[in-house]
């Protein structure tokens, strides 16, 4: 495997950036992994590390760079933790219009790596960047094929970029993965966002995962669940492979 850790230039600067691929059967397809509220951690360059072995060219951007902010470190469960009230703050900073526009920069970067295929773009988002990841379906739809959304948060909105809304505008297919106790996203939610893609006749599919919790992918989490983090990757390995080859 090849990785590295660059800035990537965008709109508004530059976004560091873990990259990484295959070393050998290139170019690959490419996936962009939009990081969750925690910000940029070894956690998640070890799973970018594992969508790479599956012969994809990974892209983890860190999202936080125009605070000037890479990685918070451990976040409390207390809610006057200063580090959560900074996740929060940062968090709360972003849009899906900010986001497209740094995965601009993202697929411009690939797009002149030759150990890259931009031609063939996935994404997948967890928490925060579930939108996101659709979001990139829904802004590139002549090249990104695949998109999921991980226990994604703000998927219906009153908003007129809300996934639940603009799903129907990609040709991807798009996979949202559900933790079945999940206050970000309640059953409320989740019922809501399946009506909408069914009524839009979205190429998608809505799974809630019994008896999991917000953040159960996550193996530093205590909510981490091994049975529903190894299904949630094979649900990701075959929507890639199906879409992307």
């Known amino acids: 495997m090849i990785e590295r850790q660059i800035d990537i230039a965008t709109r508004d600067g530059a976004t560091t950036t873990f990259v990484v691929h295959p070393d050998r059967g290139g170019p690959h397809p490419v996936i962009i992994f939009f990081m969750d509220a925690p910000a940029i951690r070894e956690e998640l360059r070890d799973m970018a ?60 970067f690939a797009g002149a790596d030759p150990a890259a295929d931009a031609s063939r773009v996935g994404a997948v988002g967890y928490c925060m960047s579930g939108r996101y990841a659709i979001s990139l379906a829904v802004r590139h739809p002549e090249r990104v094929f695949a998109a999921a959304s991980v226990y994604g948060t703000q998927l219906v909105t009153e908003a007129g970029d809300s996934p639940h809304l603009t799903s129907r505008l990609a040709r991807a297919e798009l996979y949202y993965a559900c933790a079945e106790e999940d206050v970000w996203a309640p059953p409320e939610t989740v019922a809501a966002l399946a009506q909408a893609l069914k009524a839009d006749r979205v190429d998608a599919e809505v ?36 879409k992307l080859g």
């Open 49 to 108: 590390r594992r969508l790479a072995s599956g012969g994809y060219y990974v892209l983890l951007p860190n999202l936080y760079y125009r605070a000037g902010v890479m990685e918070i470190g451990p976040i409390s469960a207390d809610p006057e933790h200063p580090g959560r009230k900074q996740m929060f703050q940062l968090m709360n900073s972003l849009d899906i219009d900010l986001v497209m526009s740094d995965a601009e920069g993202l697929l411009a």
């Open 207 to 242: 799974e809630t995962y019994p008896g999991t919790h917000h953040g159960f992918a996550f193996p530093q989490r205590p909510v981490y669940d091994k049975a529903a983090a190894e299904r949630h990757w094979e649900r990701l390995n075959s929507l890639f492979r199906r």
